[in-house]
């Protein structure tokens, strides 16, 4: 992990993200996927945006896509986060975007098109952030 990664979170839980969180337990990037879409569906929910069907799956995706966009932060409301950061939107190879944090290089080094693969930032309860690096 880099020097500019944030130290551990509080990051709460939801019913229906379950899933996602007991992936990323096993460094398992898993977002839900309609079927009657094909496409993915994030961030969880009970029915497709789309089409509004409640039979939605859960799929392991390959943790490998490009920076859609991305700002550095250098002010922190949290005395303990070091800065700067990298706040990115990630297109995922699967169709999904992702708000995520890029790291493992300075700021400057991050371009919109790069390509990123996960990396996983743990947090005390032992499941991990999704973060993406070079
Ligand atoms: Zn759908």
Not at 65 to 86: I, K, L, N
């Amino acid at each position: 992990m880099s020097d500019n990664s944030p130290p551990g979170l509080d990051v709460p839980e939801s019913a229906v993200a379950k899933p996602f969180w007991d992936g990323t337990r096993e460094k398992k990037l898993v977002l839900q996927w309609c079927p009657e879409c094909d496409r993915s569906v994030h961030y969880p929910r009970e029915m497709c945006p789309r089409c509004m069907t409640t039979d939605l799956v859960w799929r392991e995706l390959s943790g490998r896509g490009v920076v859609y966009a991305f700002t550095v932060q250098h002010f922190s409301a949290v005395a303990d986060v070091p800065v700067p950061f990298v706040i990115a939107l990630v297109d995922l190879d699967e169709g999904a975007r992702l708000m995520s944090n890029i790291v493992g290089c300075a700021p400057t080094g991050v371009s919109v098109g790069m390509p990123v693969s996960v990396a996983w930032h743990p947090l005390a309860d032992g499941r991990a952030l999704p973060m993406f690096s070079k």
